[in-house]
C-alpha cells in the first residue's frame, strides 16, 4: 500500500483522483491511510493503469520513481541506504527484492572491468511492467548518485525493450546513456565504484535492518494460513482491539468469510485476538516497569476493569496476582 500511497501523492490526487486512480479494485480512499495492507499484483497493475491514464504522462514510472525516497521501500530502503558499499546495497536487494512485491528480480554480476546489475521483470513488459521497470531504474541510479556523488559517464543502461516513444525522459532521469533493444536489462558500472564506501553507512543500522529483512523473507516464504495472516495484522497494530470486521475488511471480504476461513483451521477470530493480546499483556507485566492501568492502556483498552476481566480469564488470575507470581510489587 505504501507504492499506491506514494503514487496518489506523486499526482496530488483529491478523494476523487483517488476514487480514479482505484478504479477496478475493491480498494477505496480510506484503505490508503492503512500502514501494513499488501495487495496482489494484478490490483497494483489496475492501480498503474489507471496512475498512467489519469496522469497523461507516460514516463510517469521514471517520475515517481526518481522522487521515491529509499524509506518507501522499507526494511530494504534501510539496508540499502546504511550499506558498506555500494556492491552490498545491490546484492542486498538482488537477495531480498521479493519482500517489496516481486516485480523485479535484480543480479548481481562482476566481470574484470565492471559491476552490472541485471533486472528481470517478473511481469511483461507492457505499459505496467515498463513503469515498474524504470521505477526500479531511476531508485538504483538515484542511490548511486548519493554515492558517488556525480554520475560517471562510464555509466551506462541497458534496456532490452525498443525505445518508447518518450524515450528522451531516460536520460533525463537516468542522467545516464540509455541503450534499447539489449539482450537484457542492467545497469553497468566500473568495478571500482562498486566497493567505494558509502558516506552515509551506518554498521548498526545496516546490521538491524539485514536482521529484519533475513526475517520478512523467512515469514513470506512459510506456508500461511488465514490464522497466520489475522496474527500478523493483530500484533503489527498493537494498542487497537481489532473488530472482526475491520480485519475482514483489511482482507477486502467479509467477516463471514473469515469466519469459514479461520474455522476451517480450527480457530475462531476471538481465539486469536485473545492469544495476541494474552502475549502482549504478558510482556509487558513481566518487563516490570508498567502499571496494570498503562498495560490495559496500550492494548487498547478504554475501562481497566474489562482488562482484568479479560486477563483473568486468559491466565486465571488477576494481573495483581501474575505480577506477584513474578516478583514484583503489585502497581
Not at 3 to 19: I, N, V
Amino acid at each position: 500500500m505504501t507504492y499506491t500511497r506514494t503514487l496518489a501523492r506523486e499526482q496530488g490526487l483529491d478523494h476523487k483522483g483517488q476514487l480514479a486512480l482505484l478504479r477496478g479494485t475493491r480498494l477505496s480512499p480510506n484503505d490508503l491511510l492503512e500502514l501494513n495492507t499488501h495487495m496482489d499484483a494484478d490490483t497494483q497493475a489496475t492501480i498503474v493503469r489507471n496512475a498512467l491514464q489519469l496522469s497523461g504522462n507516460p514516463a510517469l514510472g521514471l517520475r515517481w520513481g526518481a522522487n521515491l525516497h529509499l524509506a518507501a521501500h522499507g526494511p530494504l530502503g534501510t539496508v540499502i541506504a546504511s550499506s558498506p558499499t555500494l556492491g552490498q546495497a545491490w546484492k542486498a536487494t538482488e537477495r531480498f527484492h521479493d519482500i517489496r512485491g516481486g516485480f523485479a528480480r535484480m543480479q548481481g554480476q562482476v566481470g574484470k572491468d565492471h559491476f552490472a546489475v541485471m533486472v528481470q521483470m517478473a511481469i511483461p513488459l507492457d505499459d505496467v511492467g515498463r513503469f515498474f521497470c524504470e521505477a526500479v531504474l531511476t531508485t538504483m541510479v538515484n542511490h548511486l548518485g548519493m554515492i558517488i556523488g556525480r554520475l560517471s559517464p562510464a555509466i551506462r543502461i541497458e534496456l532490452e525493450y525498443p525505445a518508447p516513444a518518450y524515450a528522451e525522459e531516460y536520460t533525463h532521469y537516468l542522467r545516464a546513456p540509455c541503450l534499447f533493444d539489449r539482450p537484457r536489462t542492467q545497469i553497468v558500472i566500473p568495478a571500482g565504484l562498486a566497493l567505494m564506501p558509502n558516506p552515509m553507512a551506518d554498521p548498526e543500522t545496516y546490521a538491524l535492518a539485514l536482521a529484519r529483512c533475513e526475517q520478512l523473507l523467512l515469514e513470506q516464504q512459510r506456508p500461511r494460513g488465514w490464522a497466520a495472516r489475522v496474527t500478523e495484522i493483530l500484533r503489527s497494530n498493537p494498542g487497537q482491539i481489532w473488530t472482526c470486521e475491520q480485519v475482514a475488511r483489511h482482507f477486502h471480504g467479509s467477516s463471514r468469510t473469515l469466519m469459514r476461513h479461520l474455522r476451517s483451521e480450527g480457530t475462531t477470530y476471538q481465539q486469536l485476538r485473545d492469544t495476541e493480546l494474552a502475549r502482549q499483556a504478558r510482556i509487558s507485566l513481566q518487563a516490570g516497569n508498567h502499571s496494570i492501568e498503562s498495560v490495559a492502556l496500550s492494548l487498547g483498552y478504554q475501562d481497566v476493569s474489562n482488562f482484568r476481566r479479560a486477563f483473568k480469564r486468559w491466565f486465571g488470575m488477576s494481573p495483581q496476582e501474575f505480577q506477584r507470581q513474578q516478583g514484583q510489587h503489585p502497581a
